[in-house]
């Protein structure tokens, strides 16, 4: 009997430990969400209306509305949309002959990005004109992409004009240019970012959630071109990512976005490189940081725990931001102004060197005896310091995702800078060319 009482008990014992066990793994199986809330209405795949997945995600959908009225400034950025070109008129000059030069603010929040791109003064909505704004600007501004690009596909897309394309867009950036529908996992949605993986052969279905943490931003926050007539957006990522490669992805297929007037150098403009000034091996990134460790830290509401969607700077929660990895968090945001001020100080005397250099062209190329070959030597180096610094300078931390790369890059644009002054010099024989510090803020138009 006692046998049986004992074999009885052990049985129970068993079956009680699996069920729990089995309680458990499937506890631990539940995403965070799903423990909160059950799914109340099924989301169709690239829904673009991001209020619908709202219903299903309210602490998700409630912050990310945020984005919208957000506008504090940090000293470098912030959201309140202020002009670069009247903080720094160097800029101005800087882009002329391009429309960066009548119209440059800074960035701000996700809910916003329609409006803005509607509203800049860089557009060109002249349907008869062959350089009226094409489509393809719309790439990172919509929720409405990834149902427009599986249905057009992106050639057809980008073919489109401004105009004609925004008849069929009526989201600003929402959940489906991040997330698959039902399952919430993030995703690849830019189809020129997959293409871009894939010619480095990687297959971002493989990468693990960590890494998609951070791709997920490289469906925008990148630098780009649009190749060829069609416009068709493609990222230069084919010789690596680094500054150095994209130079020459770009010599090697002669593209230019404008040419400078008066010194008749072909220009580069650059985008928003975030992901590829991070991604360069900076400390950050090295350690296995994400982008959205910092940009989307995770917050308490009651007993959910969700990534917060209020994307935006840092530095006005570091506590969360930061905080999490770092215990002395007011050190490490000193550490961002110290670094910052730097990169900011020396970006500016870049902007001087550059300068010299386009006054010193402008001279020797309004001079028909001017050595033609010493002025094209120039001239390359003109272009390749103005992407150089126009890299760091788009790139919308000031320095801080990668401090040194930050001021490496500006150096070797600087010295470009110079080498670009003392060719336009000797072009013409004329050593008061090689004066410094010709900018002169009068000049501005
Ligand atoms: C270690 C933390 C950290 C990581 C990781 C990080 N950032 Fe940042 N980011 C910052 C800080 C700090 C700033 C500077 C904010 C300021 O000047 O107000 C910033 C600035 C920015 C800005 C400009 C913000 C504004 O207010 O205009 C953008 C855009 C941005 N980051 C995107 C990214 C992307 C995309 C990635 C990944 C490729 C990334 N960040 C990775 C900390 C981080
Ligand atoms: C679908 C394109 C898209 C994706 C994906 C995207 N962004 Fe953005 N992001 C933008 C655009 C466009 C803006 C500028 C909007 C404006 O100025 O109206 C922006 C602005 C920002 C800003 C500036 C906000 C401010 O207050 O000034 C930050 C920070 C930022 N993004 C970080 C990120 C991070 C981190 C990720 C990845 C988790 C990401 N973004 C993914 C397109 C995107
Ligand atoms: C710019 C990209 C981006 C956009 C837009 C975006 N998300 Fe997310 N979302 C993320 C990232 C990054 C995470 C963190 C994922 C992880 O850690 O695996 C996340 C996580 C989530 C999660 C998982 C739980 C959590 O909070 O970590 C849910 C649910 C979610 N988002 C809902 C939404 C909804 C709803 C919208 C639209 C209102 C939306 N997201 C828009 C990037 C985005
Ligand atoms: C997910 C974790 C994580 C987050 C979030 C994070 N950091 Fe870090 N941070 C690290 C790690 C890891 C290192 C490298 C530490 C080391 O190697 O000693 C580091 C290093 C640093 C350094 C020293 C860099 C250097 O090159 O020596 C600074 C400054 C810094 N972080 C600032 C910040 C700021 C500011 C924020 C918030 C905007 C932040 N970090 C957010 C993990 C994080």
Redesign the pocket.
């Known amino acids: 009997m006692q046998k049986y009482t004992t074999l009885i008990l052990v049985g129970l014992i068993v079956v009680l430990a699996a069920a729990l066990t089995g309680v458990l793994i499937f506890l631990k199986n539940q995403p965070t969400q799903e423990r909160a809330f059950q799914p109340l209405v099924e989301i169709q795949p690239m829904e673009p209306d991001s209020e619908k997945w709202g219903v299903n995600f309210p602490n998700q959908y409630t912050t990310f509305l945020k984005t919208k009225t957000n506008n504090i400034d940090?000293?470098?950025?912030?959201?309140s949309q202020f002009s670069w070109l009247e903080r720094d008129p160097r800029q101005v000059l800087l882009f002329a002959g391009y429309p960066f030069s009548k119209d440059y603010n800074?960035?701000?929040g996700h809910v916003n990005a329609l409006e803005d791109v509607r509203a800049t003064k860089r557009l060109n909505l002249n349907l008869d004109d062959p350089k009226r704004t094409p489509g393809t600007c719309y790439s990172c501004k919509s929720s409405n992409n990834p149902a427009l690009w599986n249905e057009l596909g992106m050639e057809d897309y980008d073919k489109m004009s401004f105009v004609e394309l925004g008849e069929k867009i009526d989201q600003s950036i929402g959940c489906a240019n991040c997330h698959e529908a039902g399952t919430m996992r993030l995703i690849v949605t830019n189809p020129a970012l997959e293409e871009a993986l894939t010619a480095q052969g990687k297959d971002w279905e493989t990468f693990t959630r960590q890494e998609m943490r951070?791709v997920v931003?490289?469906n925008c926050?990148v630098e780009y071109y649009f190749a060829g007539e069609g416009k068709y957006l493609t990222f230069p990522w084919a010789n690596g990512t680094d500054v150095y490669s994209i130079i020459e992805f770009y010599e090697n297929i002669g593209f230019k976005d404008w040419d400078y007037p008066e010194a008749g150098t072909p220009m580069l403009k650059a985008q928003?490189p975030?992901?590829e000034?991070?991604?360069a091996d900076s400390t950050?990134?090295n350690a296995g940081?994400?982008?959205s460790?910092?940009?989307m830290p995770y917050v308490r509401d009651g007993a959910a725990k969700f990534s917060s969607h209020d994307v935006?700077?840092?530095?006005?929660n570091p506590e969360l931001?930061?905080g999490q990895c770092h215990t002395d968090t007011e050190y490490v945001v000193r550490r961002?102004f110290v670094i910052?001020e730097q990169v900011a100080t020396t970006k500016i005397a870049t902007e001087d060197a550059i300068l010299d250099a386009i006054n010193a062209l402008q001279v020797a190329a309004a001079d028909p005896n001017a050595d033609s070959a010493l002025l094209d030597q120039a001239r390359t180096w003109h272009r390749k310091a103005q992407y150089l610094w126009d890299f760091v300078s788009a790139e919308?931390?000031?320095g801080?995702?990668n401090p040194e790369y930050a001021l490496k890059i500006l150096a070797d644009s600087t010295n470009y800078a110079r080498q670009a002054q003392m060719l336009a010099a000797q072009s013409i024989d004329d050593t008061s060319l090689l004066a410094t510090g010709t900018f002169d803020q009068g000049s501005i138009p």
């Open positions: 940090t000293t470098y950025a912030g959201a800074d960035d701000r951070t931003c490289a926050h928003h975030e992901f000034f991070f991604t950050h990134f940081v994400s982008c460790d910092c940009h935006h700077s840092p530095l006005l931001a930061c961002v910052q919308n931390s000031t801080f995702h």
